[in-house]
């Protein structure tokens, strides 16, 4: 627990840590990387940056703040959660946003 609010409260202050083992074993990001980033982005009233850390990880963030703002959110919660739709979806979703961060990081 301690190292965890440690490392956001450095992310926080700007520091820039890889804590991913994915990215320090190969040197490329993994489909999730920048999540951490993306959400302080947010915090900070900062969308455009929290795209460019991870599209994918700030539109969840938005959408899930967005439903959970709503009235019918057991309703909604539920059916996608049971909808073999949105999964897929999501996992192609999360191979695009992969695909982005690869070549974001090829191309500096």
């Known amino acids: 627990m301690g190292v965890t609010l440690t490392t956001f409260a450095a992310l926080a202050l700007g520091a820039d840590a890889r804590l991913c083992v994915f990215h320090n074993a190969t040197g490329c990001?993994?489909?999730?990387?920048?999540s951490t980033r993306a959400v302080l982005a947010l915090g900070r009233g900062e969308p455009l940056a929290a795209l460019a850390h991870n599209p994918l990880t700030t539109l969840l963030a938005i959408g899930t703040l967005a439903l959970l703002m709503t009235r019918r959110r057991a309703w909604t919660v539920a059916a996608l959660l049971h909808a073999t739709g949105f999964w897929w979806t999501l996992l192609a979703l999360l191979g695009v946003n992969w695909a982005y961060l690869l070549w974001r990081h090829a191309n500096g």
């Open 29 to 34: 990001p993994c489909a999730t990387c920048g």
